[in-house]
T-cell receptor, first 113, second 116 residues
Framework: NAGVTQTPKFRVLKTGQSMTLLCAQDMNHEYMYWYRQDPGMGLRLIHYSVGEGTTAKGEVPDGYNVSRLKKQNFLLGLESAAPSQTSVYFC????????????FGPGTRLTVT | AQTVTQSQPEMSVQEAETVTLSCTYDTSENNYYLFWYKQPPSRQMILVIRQEAYKQQNATENRFSVNFQKAAKSFSLKISDSQLGDTAMYFCAFMKFGYNTDKLIFGTGTRLQVFP
């Protein structure tokens, strides 16, 4: 069991470039989430999904898009990267609703110059 | 909107001693969940302990226990017999109860250093 994996682990982008972060989980979890972590702040929810084919906005969704075409994968896209999107991005997954533990990936450090 | 406040940016403790990390939250909900997550230097987020608001009994996991004061909206974490491996950022988090609402709201974290 790999748990939750994220690809890539590190990335440097120039302003205006686009990229996609991939999150994969092998625990057959229904729920998946994307968070960002900035210095001096806790994790903040960007987008989430409660099942295959569904997505919803979180606390800080602007500048990001997501897709959940397969149950095990949750993609986070940046169409036109901005320096304000420099952050560490975490993916997480959990079983059905009920206050369950969220299992986190190792994070992706993204720098936008 | 719910908020989570961790007022101690940094704490330190000597190995084998006990330390308590503070967390307060603001909500109008009656049913919810509270969590403590640990983030060591490896960056991996690891669940430490979980509390259901409707349970009066404080949760305990080995050396980790909480003091949950619902009326005061306080949720502190006590680490007993501190170990060097406990050195990490600790995040308190809130989750509202209900279908399709398993979203975590995190505090800003407390950096804990355990000294030998």
């Amino acid at each position: 069991n790999a748990g939750v994996t994220q690809t890539p682990k590190f990335r440097v982008l120039k302003t205006g470039q686009s990229m996609t972060l991939l999150c994969a989980q092998d625990m057959n979890h229904e729920y998946m989430y994307w968070y960002r972590q900035d210095p001096g702040m806790g994790l903040r929810l960007i987008h989430y999904s409660v099942g295959e084919g569904t997505t919803a906005k979180g606390e800080v969704p602007d500048g990001y898009n997501v897709s959940r075409l397969k149950k095990q994968n949750f993609l986070l896209g940046l169409e036109s990267a901005a320096p304000s999107q420099t952050s560490v991005y975490f993916c997480a997954s959990s079983p059905l609703a009920g206050g369950n533990e969220q299992y986190f990936g190792p994070g992706t450090r993204l720098t936008v110059t | 909107a719910q908020t989570v406040t961790q007022s101690q940016p940094e704490m330190s403790v000597q190995e084998a001693e006990t330390v308590t990390l503070s967390c307060t939250y603001d909500t109008s909900e009656n049913n919810y969940y509270l969590f403590w997550y640990k983030q060591p230097p490896s960056r991996q987020m690891i669940l430490v302990i979980r509390q259901e608001a409707y349970k009066q009994q404080n949760a305990t996991e080995n050396r980790f226990s909480v003091n949950f004061q619902k009326a005061a909206k306080s949720f502190s974490l006590k680490i007993s017999d501190s170990q060097l491996g406990d050195t990490a950022m600790y995040f308190c988090a809130f989750m509202k109860f209900g279908y399709n609402t398993d979203k975590l709201i995190f505090g800003t974290g407390t950096r804990l250093q355990v000294f030998p």
